[in-house]
Nanobody, 123 residues
Framework: QLQASGGGLVQDGGSLRLSCAAS??????MGWFRQAPGKEREFVAA????????YYEDSVKGRFTISRDNAKNTVFLQMNSLKPEDTAVYYC????????????????????WGQGTLVTVSS
């Protein structure tokens, strides 16, 4: 199970920090996806269990940082310099075992999903 939190309303250029607490399974890889109204769910970021390797979608590189606390089974997404186009429902996801690097960016590759948390960036 995954429980996401931390969404809210923020102005253009502001910051938010999302959290996702996992339980009941081993998380080899944890990631964040987002889905804007009328659009498909898209990859945002992912991190391996060790925290040593991270992956980012191009539009968030340099603005978002993914991290994890394995002692608390929690993954974080620090979002800075937010833009109106970042407005979406953000979902955390986990994968219980290894997968091909090319699969990391695709939602069907993940085993568990959180309920989503809404991020709204006003202009």
């Amino acid at each position: 199970q995954l429980q996401a939190s931390g969404g809210g309303l923020v102005q253009d250029g502001g910051s938010l920090r999302l959290s996702c607490a996992a339980s009941g399974h081993t998380q080899y890889l944890m990631g964040w996806f987002r889905q804007a109204p009328g659009k498909e769910r898209e990859f945002v970021a992912a991190i391996t269990r060790s925290g040593g390797t991270t992956y980012y979608e191009d539009s968030v590189k340099g603005r978002f940082t993914i991290s994890r606390d394995n002692a608390k089974n929690t993954v974080f997404l620090q979002m800075n310099s937010l833009k109106p186009e970042d407005t979406a429902v953000y979902y955390c996801a986990s994968k219980t075992n290894r997968l091909a690097i090319t699969a990391i960016y695709f939602a069907p590759a993940y085993d568990y999903w959180g309920q989503g948390t809404l991020v709204t960036v006003s202009s």
